[in-house]
């Protein structure tokens, strides 16, 4: 029987990804490749996507958090960027407000996908209207 601790067994790399923004994947990749160095970690890029491979080295998923961190504010043009994390994996975004993602209805507030939808379900508020 294999006597390894719980996190050494489900270890998987920290993955990065900069939501189909190329330059800024390819800048951030230069940027981790000089900044971990010294601490022997293998990073790869795949098209949008970074991933850390922490297996042999002592970094950590706080310690790539910093790193974006100080990567979006050193950089004057990406202050509309920000980062996101669940678990081991982060995403490098421009931030948006959620009142532009969403479409909704000012009538009763129901939420619609696109423009099409909001309009048919418009439509049927005109025919349910009490006399």
């Avoid at 939501?19 to 795949?46: C, H, V, W």
């Amino acid at each position: 029987m294999l006597n390894l601790q719980y996190n050494e067994v489900l270890r998987m790399p920290i993955a990065i990804s900069c939501a189909g923004d190329l330059e800024i994947t390819k800048r951030l990749f230069e940027y981790l490749t000089l900044s971990m160095k010294s601490a022997n970690a293998s990073i790869t890029i795949e098209n949008d996507e970074i991933y850390v491979d922490n297996k042999q080295s002592n970094i950590k998923s706080e310690d790539v958090r910093d790193l974006l961190e100080s990567f979006l504010t050193t950089n004057d043009d990406l202050a509309d960027y920000a980062q996101t994390r669940l678990a081991d994996l982060f995403t490098i975004g421009v931030k948006q407000n959620i009142d532009k993602l969403l479409i909704s209805c000012e009538i009763c507030g129901y939420l619609a996908h696109n423009d099409d939808e909001l309009i048919i379900h418009k439509r049927a508020h005109a025919l349910f209207v009490p006399l």
